[in-house]
């Protein structure tokens, strides 16, 4: 089955840190362009972090938002087909379901809280 599961979400007390995962199965996840994005309550989706990985030279290139550049950090594993979004000093605006990306496929979301 072609799909993509986020997990790893949950309440955490601003400041702290939470870490992402996204399990790929159904396809080659090596060789697809990644994607973070997140959607807060009211708010349209928007886009976070993207990482491809180049197969032939292992090399990985990396794209973020401006909004989250040394905050969060993307990687991922290709043996283990999993895709993670490392986030640190999360504050209450960071609140949103937070999902993940490969082409037109679209896991179905972690909730991520940010609240004291």
């Known amino acids: 089955q072609v799909q993509l599961v986020e997990s790893g979400g949950g309440l955490v007390q601003p400041g702290g840190s939470l870490r992402l995962s996204c399990a790929a199965s159904g396809f080659t996840f090596s060789r697809y362009y990644m994607r973070w994005y997140r959607q807060a309550p009211g708010k349209e989706r928007e886009f976070l972090e993207g990482?491809?990985?180049?197969?032939?030279?292992?090399?990985?290139?990396?794209y973020y938002s401006d909004s989250v550049q040394g905050q969060f950090t993307i990687s991922r594993n290709n043996a283990k087909d999993t895709l993670y979004l490392q986030m640190n000093s999360l504050k209450p605006e960071d609140t949103a379901v937070y999902y993940c990306?490969?082409?037109?496929?679209w896991g179905q979301g972690t909730q991520v809280t940010v609240s004291s």
């Open positions: 990482l491809s990985s180049d197969e032939i030279t292992n090399a990985d290139s990396t």
């Open positions: 990306n490969a082409g037109a496929l």
